[in-house]
């Protein structure tokens, strides 16, 4: 693994102090990026505050990618939260998600993501078998099994969530998931589906909407994945993470957005996934503000960009002329705050959304897309 792809692919991490031991999970989150753990390793589903859960609101669960390198990066285990800093801007982009009535959490598991070779980290979300096992790492560098778990990230965060919403009553839980994290949330939404179907979740636990933020997909075939569609060769991560997604959109007719704010699909070994492009709501974010050869934060700055534009109105769409005049169609563009009928109305191969507008901006509040022909 090179070390730009590492690079590229790097987590934004800020401090959160754990223990020098396991820590994973789920962690609901206030407006003032505080946070406390849902669902202990043993399945205790804890008892929280309201203004860190409340089992009558909807639910969005975050899920981060590969983490090289994080254990051992500055004072202490760090880790990604809610809080965004960018020059003279310090905002803490869940405050708005809690104000109009949601639930936030993070779904940590960080220490298992942090693998120098980003295949060994992605393989832990998907099997406990795969290159490394399910081992993790400490802030000396060292790596333990001591505590792992006999089970894939995957199943760990299926159980975790069914648990923490099974009292739920709002129906309403949303996932985004963000470079690796993106298998991690489709995962978990299968696995929901699946026992949907097998009469084993309640319908309280439901993913009613899937945002991708800057996926990531690594190419080959994967021993650990298998041959599920008997075409004589392994499956691939991204080959299965599409299946998935036309699943649930054919059994639930789930809203689906891909936002791809940098190009990581295109670094030697990530796969670009381009059948996946005309499935699903398609977006361009360009995050112009930042250098062009600026991978890392391009790649990372989608997440609190998602976040943050719940704050703000549904982006306009445009069309421009030929003459270059922009005409609004009076139709939104997607973000956090766009409804899910209208996410579903933009999902297919006819259009895709590329940003042309509020690009020198790390606030959505300016954004606009314009609607271009697929």
Known sequence: MSALLAAVLLMPLSAFAVEDTLDYGLYWFDGN??????????????????????????????????????????????????????????????TAWKNKGWNIAYFYWDQFADESEVKDAEAKMWSANGPRGMRYRL?????????????????????????????NTSYYVRFSGHSLGNQLATIVAKKISDAIYAGTAGTNVMVDRLELLDPFWSQDGKGYLGDANGDGA???????????????????????????????????IGDKNTELEGIVT??????????????????????????????????E???????????????????????????????????????VEGRYTADPVDDQFERKNY
Do not use: C
Request: glycine share 8%; aromatic share 14%; hydrophobic share 35%.
């Open 33 to 94: 990026n505080q946070s406390v753990k849902a669902v202990e390793a043993d399945g205790t589903v804890n008892n929280v505050p309201r203004r860190f859960y409340d089992p009558s609101k909807p639910t969005i669960i975050h899920f981060h990618g590969w983490q090289p390198g994080s254990a051992t990066r500055g004072d202490g285990y760090d880790r990604e939260d809610f809080r965004f800093v960018w020059g003279n801007e310090d905002v803490i982009t869940s």
């Open 282 to 315: 398609f977006i361009h974010n360009r995050f112009w503000y930042l250098a062009s050869a600026d991978y890392l934060n391009k790649h990372n700055h989608v997440v609190p960009w998602y976040f943050r534009s719940m704050a703000s109105a549904a982006p």
């Open 317 to 355: 769409e445009v069309t421009i002329n030929w003459w270059g005049g922009r005409t609004l169609t009076g139709q939104n563009a997607a973000s956090a705050s766009t409804d899910d009928g209208r996410i579903n109305a933009m999902m297919g191969d006819q259009y895709h959304w590329d940003q």
């Open 139 to 167: 802030s000396d560098g060292s790596y333990s099994t001591q505590y792992s778990p006999n089970k894939s990230v995957g199943q760990i965060a299926f159980e975790q969530v069914t648990a923490a919403l099974a009292g």
């Open 234 to 268: 392994n499956d691939w991560v991204g080959e299965r993470t599409r299946w998935t997604i036309q699943e649930l959109i054919q059994r639930h007719n789930t809203p689906v957005t891909w936002y791809k704010s940098s190009g990581i699909q295109d670094v030697w």
